[in-house]
């Protein structure tokens, strides 16, 4: 699929398509990006959901190792000298953020392992004194997805249909997933933009079973 240019008045908003989710990659690979790689990934994250009208994007990779305290700096140093992120207190962690414009912020989170990420969320809201009696869905959904606010729509999965991304756990509830079986590195706005159009003549179901 050739890349094409489509004039801003003709491009098509999608109701119901907020928060996109792309699952690709592991820690690993995401570190031996160069800056310049991740300028162009990022860039291609936002061409992909132009015309979605998607206000948030998250990024995630699929599965493997978590980065290590050093390789995490070196991470973060590159993604901070593309110049489009900063790294943004969100309450219980610290995340990544492109806010793009006033409507449409990529969140960029190298959290491999799900299970952990949630356990350290709600420790986090343990030790800032978070009363237990309060906790409830909608307030897990805000802390495990800052700073976006809605839970994810359309989750993108690079990698086989066999296999669910290691990074998720809570945002699979209510989504709906579009496989792709590429390679990280071979990432396209084009991949993003089929997942959309695939979303879009769905029925969703909202975690329920079609009657």
Request: charged share 25%.
């Given at each position: 699929?050739?890349?094409?240019?489509?004039?801003?008045s003709?491009?098509?908003?999608?109701?119901?398509?907020?928060?996109?989710?792309?699952?690709?990659?592991?820690?690993?690979?995401?570190?031996?990006?160069?800056?310049s790689?991740?300028?162009?990934?990022?860039?291609?994250?936002?061409?992909?959901?132009?015309?979605?009208?998607?206000?948030?994007?998250?990024?995630?990779?699929?599965?493997?190792?978590?980065?290590?305290?050093?390789?995490?700096?070196?991470?973060?140093e590159?993604?901070?000298?593309?110049?489009?992120?900063?790294?943004?207190?969100?309450?219980?962690?610290?995340?990544?953020?492109?806010?793009?414009?006033?409507?449409?912020?990529?969140?960029v989170?190298?959290?491999?392992?799900?299970?952990?990420?949630?356990?350290?969320?709600?420790?986090?809201?343990?030790?800032?004194?978070?009363?237990?009696?309060?906790?409830?869905?909608?307030?897990?959904?805000?802390?495990?997805?800052?700073?976006?606010?809605?839970?994810?729509?359309?989750?993108?999965?690079?990698?086989?249909?066999?296999?669910?991304?290691?990074?998720?756990?809570w945002?699979?509830?209510?989504?709906?997933?579009?496989?792709?079986?590429l390679?990280?590195?071979?990432?396209?706005?084009?991949h993003?933009?089929?997942?959309?159009?695939?979303?879009?003549?769905?029925?969703?179901?909202?975690?329920?079973?079609?009657?």
């Amino acid at each position: 699929m050739g890349d094409y240019c489509v004039p801003q008045s003709a491009l098509p908003t999608f109701p119901g398509l907020d928060h996109v989710v792309v699952a690709g990659g592991t820690p690993a690979q995401w570190a031996e990006m160069s800056t310049s790689d991740w300028t162009q990934r990022l860039d291609a994250l936002a061409a992909g959901v132009k015309s979605s009208g998607a206000h948030w994007v998250t990024l995630l990779p699929h599965h493997g190792q978590e980065l290590s305290t050093e390789e995490a700096v070196k991470f973060s140093e590159k993604l901070l000298s593309t110049s489009k992120v900063v790294l943004e207190d969100v309450g219980h962690c610290e995340r990544f953020v492109w806010h793009r414009t006033a409507k449409q912020s990529i969140i960029v989170d190298p959290s491999s392992d799900g299970h952990r990420r949630f356990a350290s969320v709600v420790e986090s809201m343990r030790k800032q004194g978070v009363d237990p009696q309060s906790v409830d869905e909608d307030l897990l959904t805000e802390a495990l997805l800052a700073p976006a606010n809605q839970d994810a729509d359309l989750v993108l999965v690079l990698g086989p249909p066999d296999r669910m991304p290691e990074s998720m756990v809570w945002e699979l509830a209510y989504c709906e997933i579009v496989f792709i079986d590429l390679d990280w590195s071979a990432f396209t706005a084009n991949h993003l933009e089929l997942a959309i159009d695939d979303f879009n003549r769905r029925h969703r179901r909202f975690g329920g079973l079609d009657s």
